[in-house]
């Protein structure tokens, strides 16, 4: 314990004995205060707490050994705000009428309760309406969006929704059910969809069409003269696309569905699922086959003839 030494020889003086034992008893007193007296003892009970309280507003401040709160609220426009710092935990809040928004911290959790949440940084940007810009890169873990847009740690991308890209590139396994891409594609891997739609050229080695009887069902015969009269009907053409200005050759949708219209028939010659209508290019390989043999069928019927004739 550390005391004053008085360094005044007391002798037999009674009254210098005093003296020394009225330091030494001061001293204690003093060592006491510094190791017992909380800190609320150096405040007043107005500077821990304090509360205003008007017709439209009210203020409040409270500091406690445990945390502090502070809290205002407008009365008139319903209008309240108050953060609070208690016990590690950090409690924000922000409300007007019947809207609220609330962040809670721990040491282990952040906890947003709002109605919008709006991110502006250099590397990322949510917007109120859902839409978010992101640059650079995730590395590990996983994503899953309500199990239509999956990415796993081993890099396999599923994709079941529509999905509009400029540019795609993946190591791993790519699964979509409708997928527009306007841009370049580079996958080193394998490719399942159910639809790929590609605004530009698509080049492969080969390229297979499932056709296996096991996956169809309602199995109908297209007449041979049916096929001829749909190959007879569309008109071959020239062109040039607007976005790329590519020439190229082919049909135009809405031609085919004026033919079908006039012949009475219903095939799937076009596609009007998308964007914009589409012709599905390998199912005119079955409609030239009958043609090919609905003519057949007449020169073979023109050849008896003539030889009946001739004979």
């Known amino acids: 314990m550390a005391y004053f030494n008085c360094p005044v020889s007391t ?3 009674p009254d210098m004995k005093k003296v020394k034992s009225y330091l030494l008893m001061l001293n204690q007193q003093l060592q006491h205060c510094f190791q017992s007296i909380d800190p609320e003892d150096n405040f007043s009970a107005e500077s821990l707490l304090k509360y205003q309280e008007t017709d439209e507003n009210i203020s409040q401040l409270e500091v406690s050994m445990g945390g502090f709160l502070s809290l205002f609220k407008n009365l008139r426009d319903e209008v309240e705000s108050n953060i609070k710092v208690l016990n590690g935990q950090i409690d924000l809040k ?6 609220c928004s609330e962040i809670s911290m721990t040491t ?3 906890t947003f309760r709002t109605g919008s949440l709006i991110i502006d940084t250099t590397n990322f940007k949510l917007r109120a309406d859902g839409s978010a810009e992101f640059s650079g890169s995730i590395t590990g873990g996983s994503i899953n969006i309500n199990g239509r847009f999956v990415v796993t740690p081993q890099g396999t991308v599923t994709i079941q929704s529509t999905t509009f890209s400029k540019q795609i590139t993946t190591n791993g396994l790519l699964y979509s ?3 527009r891409i306007a841009g370049d594609a580079d996958i080193h891997g394998s490719v399942n969809c159910g639809d790929l739609y590609a605004s530009r050229d698509v080049s492969c080695e080969t390229l297979y069409q499932r056709s296996d009887r096991r996956l169809k069902e309602n199995i109908e015969e297209i007449p041979d003269e049916t096929a001829l009269a749909l190959v007879l009907g569309m008109k071959p053409r020239s062109f040039e696309f607007k976005d790329s200005g590519q020439h190229s050759i082919g049909f135009i949708a809405q ?5 079908q219209d006039r012949l009475g028939t219903n095939l799937p010659l076009v596609d009007h699922s998308g964007d914009y209508a589409a012709i599905p290019y390998p199912n005119l390989t079955a409609l030239l086959t009958g043609a090919v043999k609905a003519q057949q069928k007449e020169i073979e019927a023109l050849e008896k003839k003539i030889g009946g004739t001739a004979a």
């Open 11 to 13: 002798g037999t003086n």
């Open 94 to 99: 922000v409300s007007a009428k019947e809207l």
């Open 108 to 110: 282990d959790t952040i």
């Open 177 to 179: 059910n409708y997928m």
């Open 255 to 259: 031609d085919i569905d004026e033919l």
